[in-house]
């Protein structure tokens, strides 16, 4: 029988047992949904194992092209051709047997996407061939595909598998070479594994160092980059941060071979990881951003990037004074701009803060050119901030039927009574509310283990009746009303409805370098906000000050205020 012809060739090429190759055989029947036979699923085993195997059914095999969009996990025995793209690390490690393993990846890319490629053991040697660079085509034989640990599927190739370099059976023209064009940031999704910019960066973070799991140290930095149609965050680990060290903010680059990533501080954000292949390229040039001019507010909760629309003033705050985790002091100005369709609200930081608290009011037309629209997590909605190439111009504009700003979370205003005090006046214990602003950084967040009974310290339960333990979260926030500052303490429920993510994923990014960029973005979200607190006074020993803690707050719906002072002028 053929059968066993092909058996016995592919295990004297090979090295496979009957049994390995019995289990191929059922995979690729499985892989063809059972239209083919235990000779065919041979043939096709052969080749792709690369035994040449004479024989007149050679009609039995015909090349199954796939290609990597058409890639779904847990597919085996595949076969597919692309270029390479990236080459990352190879890494040894030890098994179960306590003999040497290795692991090896880069990324393939085909007309429809890109793959990451991990090799194992054996294969990984392929590293050290002189023509295995960027570029360059490969065959890839009986890979088997697996969910990633990001999510993403990749081809695992293992001992029955092989990776060809400059295959002969392939048509070249069908793999143009890659070309790394940049795209634009408002583009950037998780099915393009490897990433080129052009941008201009508006920020760069300290360097962080942290210490890893194996006890070595570890660095973290970062920068964000701006084009027109966006605003992202690229994270360089270890070596990978002396990239940076002669880049300054305002440095127009063009950056390739980042990787993106679903955040881990905010389900909606991708960021970009930058590794060993990053190159970045200082452009001697002027990047031109100009945003899109948007006809109406409402509109701007479903855009992202720089734009440039036009409404009249219709709230402006207090200039307020914050203090920065580093010490500095500065200014911070909110304001409210409204059509007819909805509101938006505006943050200037310092120079601008005090420039414009001096010029703009209430009922004035204004014209903002060239302005960021960012996501913030604390009030659910898009807002605008400034950027270097932003222009405010104040405009004679008429018109009708403003609308305040449409909030899409409803709060249970029922709860609160709307009868503020005054933080200077607050002199007594007792159940209170507060209205003011978020003053200083969140500098910190305590996790502690509590009885899950009475919510105390485990060392401080007394209760008997908590079984169980669980980690509860507090958080303290300095709050400003214009005539004095006050502490303010978030815990349990309370602390996770601020900052919109559970105790047991705050405890795990305490454990890593994240944490750290954590707190900087729910600062930069906190910061200059107008909130509502609902709480108990009560006088502290340690600071000899008053503080409060939290039962309940909310951001200030300027609708509710209205009516709240309007009905406080009938009365």
Not at 35 to 48: C, M, Q, T, V
Not at 140 to 159: F, L, M, P, T
Request: charged letters at 30%; glycine letters at 6%; aromatic letters at 8%.
């Amino acid at each position: 029988m053929k059968t066993e012809v092909y058996i016995n060739k592919i295990i004297e090429d090979t090295g496979l047992t009957r049994k390995e190759i019995q289990n191929l055989v059922g995979d690729k029947k499985n892989e063809l949904k059972g239209l083919i036979s235990d000779e065919g699923a041979l043939f096709i085993i052969a080749k792709e194992l690369g035994v040449d195997i004479k024989s007149e059914n050679k009609e039995l095999l015909k090349d199954i092209e796939i290609s990597i969009t058409d890639i779904t996990q847990n597919m085996k025995n595949l076969t597919l051709f692309g270029r390479i793209k990236e080459i990352y690390n190879t890494n040894n490690f030890k098994k179960n047997d306590g003999t040497n393993g290795f692991v090896g990846s880069f990324l393939l890319q085909d007309s429809t996407g890109d793959a990451r490629i991990v090799l194992w053991d054996d294969q990984v040697k392929i590293f050290n061939e002189p023509n295995f660079e960027n570029n360059e085509l490969v065959k890839i034989i009986n890979g088997n595909a697996k969910k990633g640990r990001y999510g993403d599927i990749e081809i695992h190739v293992g001992r029955y598998g092989k990776v060809i370099l400059s295959p002969d059976d392939v048509d070249y023209k069908k793999y143009p070479k890659i070309s790394f064009k940049s795209i634009n940031i408002n583009d950037i999704n998780l099915n393009l594994k490897s990433i080129s910019l052009e941008g201009k960066i508006i920020q760069i973070s300290p360097i962080t160092e942290f210490i890893k799991k194996d006890g070595g140290s570890g660095r973290v930095k970062s920068l964000t980059l701006l084009d027109s149609t966006g605003s992202i965050r690229i994270t360089f680990w270890n070596e990978d941060t002396k990239k940076l060290k002669t880049l300054e903010v305002n440095d127009v680059i063009s950056i390739t071979n980042l990787n993106p990533r679903l955040s881990t501080l905010d389900n909606r954000t991708i960021d970009l990881t930058a590794n060993k292949n990053t190159i970045m390229t200082k452009k001697k040039i002027e990047l031109d951003i100009k945003g899109e001019f948007i006809k109406d507010i409402k509109s701007l909760q479903k855009n992202k990037g720089v734009v440039s629309f036009e409404g009249i003033i219709t709230s402006v705050d207090n200039l307020k004074t914050i203090s920065l985790k580093s010490g500095e002091d500065v200014s911070l100005l909110g304001l409210i701009v409204s059509d007819d369709t909805d509101g938006i609200r505006i943050t200037l930081w310092r120079d601008n803060a005090e420039e414009y608290s001096k010029l703009l009011n209430a009922g004035h037309g204004l014209s903002l050119k060239n302005v960021l629209v960012k996501y913030s997590n604390f009030s659910n909605r898009n807002e605008i901030s400034l950027i270097k190439e932003s222009i405010l111009e104040l405009k004679d504009l008429e018109i009708k039927n403003l609308k305040s700003i449409n909030f899409t979370k409803q709060e249970n205003v029922a709860s609160f009574s709307g009868n503020y005090i005054k933080i200077e006046k607050i002199k007594t214990s007792g159940p209170i509310e507060i209205k003011g602003f978020i003053a200083k950084d969140l500098n910190n967040i305590t996790i502690y283990e509590a009885c899950n009974n009475c919510y105390k310290k485990v060392e401080n339960c007394t209760c008997g009746k908590g079984d169980n333990t669980e980690f509860r979260m507090i958080l303290n926030l300095i709050i400003d009303d214009g005539t004095g500052t006050i502490r303010t303490t978030f815990i349990g429920n309370q602390a996770e409805k601020l900052i919109g993510i559970e105790t047991a994923k705050v405890v795990q990014l305490k454990e890593t370098p994240e944490f750290e960029k954590f707190l900087e973005k729910k600062s930069s979200e906190f910061l200059g906000k107008d909130i509502v607190i609902k709480g108990r006074a009560k006088f502290s020993d340690f600071s000899e000050q008053f503080e409060i803690s939290v039962y309940d707050f909310k951001d200030i719906n300027i609708n509710d205020e209205l009516e709240r002072v309007m009905n406080k002028i009938e009365i």
